[in-house]
């Protein structure tokens, strides 16, 4: 049975502080309740069900009254239309992939992000072969953590702003060089002057840190479940793989490292193993950071 997301953020628990904004569109968030027996916010000590979307493990919250919500993040390349979701009972065993079990599923609407399509020089775009070999070896890299998936979920879903300052509505906007697609923007572009310290965006433990061809100087939290924040073209960084931080710690600097025009901060929120619109996790834009 097909089922829509409209409203469901006041029907879960705590819904109006935990969970983000709902959008089930490609490279948003739906939140799909299960139809699952027993557990739910009346029983939270019994065993979630283990959900996937394909082969990635999906993030599993009680709700209200009786029952489970899946918080999914939608790949940006999904078609809309429907998509299903793979159950299987509490207990079945470790976080492996799916093997069976039932099967729920929800419905993708279409989304319409921007296009810019820009004449440059060759020189510009055009890789070296070592420069494709280490942009390639970084994405695996950057694609295993995110790949990582750990226990508890954290406490809420809703993000403080990393930094204070403008944000760009840049998330999936896609980029055409002499006619060639590049990958859409896969985060959110916060502007701010080099040296402006940044802040987790909640509390995580450190999974991993280094200097990118793209990204520049870039750090990745792991906030549970699935749930993984990156922060991306730091003049420095000022926490360590495998630290655990706090809610609002200093993590790092404003910069201009890797491929960029400018100082800026570019935060992307990861779900499921996929890149989605932090703006569904941040308060409205406008705001100062609060610790």
């Given at each position: 049975?097909?089922?829509?997301?409209?409203?469901?953020?006041?029907?879960?628990?705590?819904?109006?502080?935990?969970?983000?904004?709902?959008?089930?569109?490609?490279?948003?968030?739906?939140?799909?309740?299960?139809?699952?027996?027993?557990?739910?916010?009346?029983?939270?000590?019994?065993?979630?069900?283990?959900?996937?979307?394909?082969?990635?493990?999906?993030?599993?919250?009680?709700?209200?009254?009786?029952?489970?919500?899946?918080?999914?993040?939608?790949?940006?390349?999904?078609?809309?239309?429907?998509?299903?979701?793979?159950?299987?009972p509490a207990g079945s065993g470790p976080v492996l992939g799916p093997i069976g079990g039932r099967t729920a599923y929800f419905r993708v609407g279409a989304a319409?992000?921007?296009?810019?399509?820009?004449?440059?020089?060759?020189?510009?775009?055009?890789?070296?072969?070592?420069?494709?070999?280490?942009?390639?070896?970084?994405?695996?890299?950057?694609?295993?953590?995110?790949?990582?998936?750990?226990?508890?979920?954290?406490?809420?879903?809703?993000?403080?702003?990393?930094?204070?300052?403008?944000?760009?509505?840049?998330?999936?906007?896609?980029?055409?060089?002499?006619?060639?697609?590049?990958?859409?923007?896969?985060?959110?572009?916060?502007?701010?002057?080099?040296?402006?310290?940044?802040?987790?965006?909640?509390?995580?433990?450190?999974?991993?840190?280094?200097?990118?061809?793209?990204?520049?100087?870039?750090?990745?939290?792991?906030?549970?479940?699935?749930?993984?924040?990156?922060?991306?073209?730091?003049?420095?960084?000022?926490?360590?793989?495998?630290?655990?931080?706090?809610?609002?710690?200093?993590?790092?600097?404003?910069?201009?490292?890797?491929?960029?025009?400018?100082?800026?901060?570019?935060?992307?929120?990861?779900?499921?193993?996929?890149?989605?619109?932090?703006?569904?996790?941040?308060?409205?834009?406008?705001?100062?950071?609060?610790?």
């Amino acid at each position: 049975m097909l089922v829509g997301v409209a409203a469901l953020a006041a029907r879960a628990h705590g819904a109006g502080s935990v969970l983000p904004r709902p959008r089930a569109v490609p490279g948003g968030v739906a939140l799909v309740p299960l139809a699952v027996p027993g557990g739910g916010a009346s029983h939270p000590d019994r065993d979630a069900p283990r959900v996937y979307l394909g082969d990635a493990p999906v993030m599993v919250l009680p709700r209200s009254g009786q029952g489970w919500l899946a918080v999914v993040g939608i790949p940006l390349s999904q078609a809309p239309g429907p998509v299903a979701l793979r159950l299987e009972p509490a207990g079945s065993g470790p976080v492996l992939g799916p093997i069976g079990g039932r099967t729920a599923y929800f419905r993708v609407g279409a989304a319409h992000y921007r296009t810019q399509r820009l004449r440059v020089a060759p020189a510009q775009v055009e890789l070296s072969a070592a420069d494709l070999a280490r942009v390639a070896a970084e994405r695996d890299r950057i694609h295993a953590a995110l790949a990582t998936f750990s226990a508890p979920p954290p406490h809420s879903l809703r993000l403080a702003p990393p930094i204070d300052g403008p944000r760009s509505s840049s998330f999936g906007l896609r980029r055409y060089f002499n006619g060639e697609a590049r990958d859409p923007h896969s985060g959110m572009d916060i502007a701010a002057p080099e040296g402006t310290v940044v802040h987790a965006a909640a509390a995580g433990i450190v999974l991993q840190t280094g200097s990118y061809f793209f990204n520049g100087n870039t750090l990745l939290l792991d906030h549970g479940a699935g749930l993984i924040t990156m922060y991306c073209h730091l003049s420095r960084i000022s926490a360590q793989p495998g630290h655990a931080v706090a809610a609002g710690e200093p993590i790092g600097a404003v910069g201009a490292t890797g491929r960029v025009t400018g100082p800026h901060l570019h935060f992307a929120v990861a779900l499921n193993r996929v890149f989605v619109d932090p703006a569904l996790f941040l308060p409205a834009a406008g705001g100062a950071f609060r610790p």
